[in-house]
């Protein structure tokens, strides 16, 4: 996007200019203030930058003959709102609200792991462990009692045979 804006000095007087010098002449020369005018000039009220091609630079050209430049500044005024509003306009309330948000992100994650651990020692005894089972309790008594039956079962059936 290209925009020409153009702008004009505020005019004084030579009279004005003169009087002004010789007001100011003792902080003029002890360099505690300087002569100079602002000129504010609003380029893009609306600017949207696109994605694709985002802007990367801007080009300030000054057309007149007569005109004295010593310094420039050139400052660029966002108008943001809602959530870019405010961790511009306010980084500590954005800074303690990110910090807050991830304490509370990574806490939660270490109570669910704590959780799971305390769970998963009440469910799988410390023997299990050693023997390289990983069954629940109530699952091993089950298994107990069917194989303790097919035993009983062979016992009665051997003895009727023998």
């Known amino acids: 996007a290209t925009s020409c804006k153009s702008s004009i000095l505020e005019f004084r007087s030579s009279l004005l200019r003169m009087m002004e010098t010789i007001v100011f002449s003792p902080f003029l020369l002890t360099s505690t203030t300087t002569q100079r005018q602002w000129i504010m000039i609003n380029y893009f009220s609306d600017f949207y930058d696109d994605p694709s091609a985002p802007a990367s630079r801007i080009v300030v050209e000054l057309q007149s003959k007569f005109i004295q430049v010593y310094t420039t500044r050139l400052q660029v005024h966002a108008q943001l709102s809602g959530l870019r509003h405010i961790m511009h306009?306010?980084?500590?309330?954005?800074?303690?609200?990110?910090?807050?948000a991830n304490i509370i992100i990574?806490?939660?994650?270490?109570?669910?792991?704590?959780?799971?651990?305390?769970?998963?020692d009440a469910q799988y005894p410390e023997e299990d462990y050693t023997k390289g089972?990983?069954?629940?309790?109530?699952?091993?008594?089950?298994?107990?009692?069917?194989?303790d039956t097919l035993k009983?079962?062979?016992?009665?059936?051997?003895?009727?045979?023998?």
């Open 133 to 147: 089972k990983k069954q629940p309790v109530a699952d091993q008594r089950k298994e107990l009692t069917e194989t």
């Open 106 to 120: 990574l806490t939660i994650i270490i109570l669910i792991s704590w959780t799971r651990i305390f769970t998963m």
């Open 152 to 162: 009983d079962f062979h016992k009665t059936s051997i003895e009727t045979i023998g």
């Open 89 to 100: 306009h306010h980084p500590w309330i954005s800074s303690i609200s990110g910090v807050v």
